[in-house]
Every structure is written in C-alpha cells, then in structure tokens.
C-alpha cells in the first residue's frame, strides 16, 4: 500500500503547485492558455508517439489481454451514451458536463499506473501497462473526440465531427505511433531521445495546468457528479475489467494489471481535450483531483481483489 500511496502523493503535489501558482498571478491567464497548447499540440501528442512506437506485443495471451481492455472501455462508453436521457432529465446534466463525466469514466492516468506497475511487478508489470497504452490510447481518443465534438459547445454537424477527428492532435499521433510500431521502424535513437526530452515534459506541465484549473470552490457545487464520476472511474471501471478478465479467461499479473488500468485516475490531459473542445472544464478539474485523492485509497483495494496484492 505505501508504494502505491507513494506513487499518487507527488501527483496530487504537483496539481496542488498548478492551483498556488495560479492564484499568485505569477503568470497571467494568457500564459497558462499557452501552456495549454503546447501541451495540447506538442507534448502530448509526443508522448503518444513514442509510447506507442516503442510498445513491444506478441503473443496469445496478449490477444486474450487486449480483448479484456476493448471489452471494458467499449462497455462503459457504450453505457454512459445509453444513460445520458436520464442523467440529462433527473441530474440535469449538461451536454458538455456529460463530456466530462465520459472522459472522466473511460480515459485513464496511464503514466501513473506505469509507475505504480513498475514499481510493484516490475518489468514484466510495465510491459503490460505498454501493451494496454497501445491498445486502449487510440479508440479512447476516438470515442472521446468524438463525443466531445458533438456534445461540446462548438459546432457539432457531423461534418465539423469527421474535421476535429481528422485534424485532432491525439488521434494523429496514436496513428503515428501506431504505424511505427507496426511496420518495424520504430524510432531512430536520436529522435527517440527527443521525443522522451519532450514527452517527459508533458506530465508535469499538464498536471500543473490541471491544478491551474481547479475552482475548488465549485467542488461544492459539483459534488453530486464529481460524486458520480469518481465511482464510476474508481470502481465502475475496474469491475468491468474484471468482468472482462473473466470473460476472456486470463488471470494472475494480466489480470492485475488490467483491474490496475481501471482503477487508476482519469488521464491529466482529460482536462487540456475539455478546454480546447468545449467540454466542462472546470467540472472535468474537480474530477480528476477527488479521483486522485480518493485513489490512494481505492487502488490498493482494487489491486487487493484482483488477488495479487503484493504490498
């Protein structure tokens, strides 16, 4: 347990830096938008690249692996796009405030459960986590991107969809990373090291930017989603990983490590996709620190009923 705690406290820090920073005034709102883009436009979809390029797959089991991760993140988004009639009548949620509750369930904090795998399995628990980024980055974005086009409040004709998805920096460089990986080329060494000087920096700017974002204030406000969204994330998710486990028939470190891909906070740059897409940004901030807090306490509990805690 106190490796995992260990691995979320200097998450939380660094969101906690962004807030003081911004409530100084040392940079003006027009410094933080871009720090905003550059993580956006840059960093990330840097970070993508390389993770991706990088990622080694083979085997059976894997097959049976990424069945799991496909089953359990098409069957909450699928869900979440079923309820949103009755969350929009009886909580009156809002087309870009269900945005943010679907990144929210379905997106994940893959570098964090990279550390905590790294450190709890090693090796042989970060190629897992390497397998999973592979498999799950590219549809999340897709679906994400997809939804946040059409339930932002910008343009939503289809038309303007198939635009922001042709021309979305994510979903570009999954496809990258992707072809990469898949034709052999992989990265050439000097790129390589540009890319991870780079992609290093995305993590920190972005949580900052996060933490820049928050009005914790309105926590209060959004208590009853922020509520809804954390249980869904922290333990909605990883019972359908679970569930999928099950279905697919693997068990042992997979199994963990699949239930440890759920039950990991939403990703950082939920937050950078809301504010450049018209989601509810502020909504989407307050929900990606309640999970990380609340995550130091699930996640040794997830790790626990998937039957290998190893803490």
């Known amino acids: 347990m106190l490796s995992i705690i260990n691995a979320l406290i200097p998450v939380f820090l660094i969101i906690t830096l962004g807030a003081v920073l911004q409530r100084t005034r040392l940079f ?13 436009f840059v960093l990330f979809p840097i970070l993508l690249v390389k993770t991706l390029a990088g990622a080694q797959l083979g085997s059976a089991e894997v097959l049976r692996f990424s069945g799991v991760l496909l089953f359990a993140i098409s069957l909450m988004s699928g869900l979440m796009l079923l309820a949103f009639p009755l969350l929009n009548r009886y909580l009156h949620v809002s087309r870009p405030a269900f945005t943010s ?11 964090l459960a990279l550390s905590i795998a790294g450190l709890l399995y090693g090796d042989e628990g970060v190629t897992f986590i390497a397998i999973t980024m592979a498999v799950i980055i590219p549809p999340l974005n897709i679906i994400n991107v997809t939804v946040l086009a059409r339930f932002g409040s910008g343009d939503n004709s289809l038309r303007s969809v198939l635009r922001k998805l042709a021309r979305n920096p994510f ?9 990469l990986n898949l034709s052999g080329l992989g990265l050439p060494a000097p790129l390589y090291q540009v890319f991870d000087i780079l992609g290093g920096g995305a993590l920190g700017l972005g949580l900052l930017i996060v933490g820049a974002g928050l009005r914790l204030g309105e926590v209060r406000n959004h208590r009853l989603l922020v509520g809804f969204g954390a249980l869904l ?3 909605g998710m990883p019972l359908l990983m679970f569930l999928g486990a099950r279905l697919f028939g693997i068990s042992g470190l997979p199994l963990v490590i699949a239930v440890l891909s759920g039950a990991v906070p939403t990703a950082a740059s939920s937050y950078v996709l809301a504010r450049q897409m018209g989601g509810d940004a502020t909504l989407m901030a307050n929900l990606i620190t309640v999970q990380v807090v609340l995550a130091v306490f699930t996640l040794p ?3 626990w009923l998937a039957g290998a805690a190893r803490l």
Not at 28 to 40: S, V
Not at 101 to 111: N, S
Not at 171 to 179: D, E, F, P, R
């Open 28 to 40: 003006e709102e027009a410094a933080w938008r871009g720090f905003e883009n550059i993580c956006y």
């Open 101 to 111: 509750l679907l990144q929210g369930a379905t997106r994940w904090h893959g570098f």
């Open 301 to 303: 509990l997830m790790i």
């Open 233 to 235: 994330r922290l333990l």
């Open 171 to 179: 979903i570009i460089a999954c496809l990258v990373g992707a072809l």
